[in-house]
């Protein structure tokens, strides 16, 4: 029997239960589509964050609090260690940084007028503009002047000024209400768009002082951002970094520090660790799935030869070898999966490209997956029918024609 008939009766023996094929299908195509739309948001997620990084620069340090330790151990609750105090100790000191932010948020109720919104509140500097690459598209930011000043004066978001102020309104030069208190609109920030959870639009800029004093009552900074002068100073800075913090917060030489500076390719690498791991869990419930995809496989096919032993008995009578035997039904089985499989590529890409639409997540179709999903798929088929096929392959062709 050559491949071509083969395929032919294999075909013919799918169609001729149509239910059966189909419910066997469906482990394998619910397999390869959830491989499918997982790595396309892993993939998209992971460009995103790229993107994200890139756009505030190759040369931006953040520094964080440390995290609390007990007993040598660390714990996931940060430390408050960072302060205004730093800041100035920083920009007065450095010599390899161009600019330096500290960054003060947190999520609180803006309103004007009958119209609010939940958004994050952010207290820093005219230099947030750099470290930040966060530009103002009218209007204007405020001034160090207002930070010395504490004055409720406020730059918002892209996305704040849609939620507070009619389409065609001007936001500049009105006040709104953060926290009880006033604040007069000064600009608005060039819209940079959301991406998935994360929207820098979101997002309402005051004075770092005003924010500690009159808003939040705290003297503890969230982070700071410093913009080292060049790509090649970014070692030096961090070093200076530490150096200076190390000095102010009175660390001796064998203490740990109370604070971790991180560059933004660390910051990329851990991300994209952090996206690799989710979409590998995933990867493996959709691998799971392929598997009970693939003993269902098996199951319909050790059926199907309890159903044709008569026929594989004429046809071993007639002059059908074992391999003739073994390759119909190892080609009905890699069929069955390998039909599966393109389907769930259908559905996977359907999937994947409305996941924009309902959860605004990026996607990002990725060819290595898909191939690698349709390997994977036609080897399911190949493993899972290999024991149906040597079944009906050594069956005697005088007992299979006894078989009621």
Known sequence: MGLLEGISNAVRSLFANKLRSALTMLGVIIGVAAIMTTTAIGEGAKADITERIQTLGANILSIRPGQTRFRGRSFGES??????????????????????????NQRTQAKYLNRNTNTT????????????NFPVATGSFFT??????????CVLGKSVADELFDENADPIGKTVKIKGHNFYVLGVLKEKGASGFRNPDD??????????????????????????????????????????????????ANKPLDFHVRNQA???????????????????????S????????????????????????LRKAVGAKRRDILGQFLIESTALSVIGGLIGIGVGVFCAKMVPS????????SPIYTGLAFFVAGWIGIFFGAYPAWKAAKLSPIDALRHE
């Open 144 to 153: 160090d002047n207002d930070v010395r000043r504490r004055q409720r004066v």
């Open 121 to 132: 509140v952010v207290g820093s500097t005219p230099a947030f503009q750099y470290t930040e």
């Open 203 to 252: 997002q309402i800029i005051i004075p770092v002082s005003t924010a500690m004093k009159r808003v939040f009552g705290t003297e503890y900074l969230s982070s700071i951002s410093v913009q080292a002068a060049s790509s090649e100073a970014m070692e030096p800075a961090q070093a200076e970094i530490e150096n200076l913090l190390r000095k102010q917060h009175k660390l001796s």
């Open 290 to 313: 392929l598997v009970v995809g693939g003993i269902g496989i098996m199951n319909i096919m050790l059926v199907s030869v309890t159903e044709r032993t008569k026929e594989i008995g």
């Open 79 to 104: 430390q408050r260690t960072l302060t205004y105090k730093d800041v100035e100790v920083l920009e007065g000191r450095m010599t390899n940084a161009l600019h330096v932010s500290p960054r003060l």
């Open 266 to 288: 660390m910051f990329l690498e851990t991300l994209e660790e952090s996206g690799q791991t989710f979409t590998y869990m995933i990867l493996g419930i959709a691998i799971v």
């Open 358 to 365: 309902l959860w605004e997540w990026r996607t990002i179709i």
